[in-house]
């Protein structure tokens, strides 16, 4: 549902307007994002209907990371922080869903609330892959949840994901001269079930 911000949504009115630094844009105005996004999400938890909820924060541009918080969420919602890049990855794998996005989200909160800590310095895409390449496990058989713990992610997983992305993202452009023009043409098998398949060259016109 959208609505249209009241005179007190100082964000709406910082983003009609030209930032004087738009590479500091989150950095320089954190607590403004931070509040509109507890606004936001309190009102829409206040609904009858509501179950969960899951915010997004994309920042955009090249090459430049940002760092912001989230700020105190309500029951069954989290924060969810990815570069454009990232989230086109994760847009065309069919593997990750908002949905699942959230769920991650709640298995984390509820294994923190038990005395897991988890320490993750690559952002939520190397969460992704690490919770991906262990089975959607986030932890390791060993551990032991009646204690505190401490679990160090790779900070590798992340690369994982984009690379698994890219091979299934093969796209190519061919001549054909039968029609005398070049033709988009992408791998027939993307994501086959049998193993002897994932190395075949098969190409298809999309």
Aim: hydrophobic residues 40%; proline residues 4%.
């Amino acid at each position: 549902m959208n609505e249209e911000p009241d005179d007190t949504d100082e964000l709406s009115d910082l983003l009609k307007h030209r930032p004087d630094d738009p590479f500091n844009l989150i950095a320089a105005n954190e607590g403004q994002f931070i509040e509109h996004m507890n606004r936001v999400a309190f009102s829409i938890a206040s609904r009858s209907d509501y179950t969960g909820g899951l915010t997004l924060l994309i920042p955009g541009g090249l090459g430049r990371g940002a760092i912001t918080g989230f700020p105190v969420f309500p029951a069954n919602w989290y924060g969810s922080m990815h570069s454009s890049g990232d989230l086109i990855t994760l847009s065309g794998d069919r593997e990750t869903s908002l949905l699942r996005i959230w769920k991650l989200k709640r298995a984390v909160a509820n294994l923190e609330a038990r005395g897991v800590e988890f320490l993750n310095v690559n952002g939520d895409l190397n969460l992704i892959g690490h919770w991906q390449q262990n089975g959607y496990r986030l932890l390791p058989d060993e551990c032991d949840t009646r204690s505190r713990s401490l679990v160090v992610l790779p900070t590798s997983a992340l690369l994982e994901v984009r690379v698994h992305r890219q091979r299934k993202h093969d796209v190519h452009l061919a001549f054909s001269k039968a029609e005398r023009a070049w033709l988009q043409v992408e791998r027939l098998h993307v994501d086959p079930l049998f193993q002897a398949q994932r190395g075949d060259s098969v190409y298809v016109t999309s």
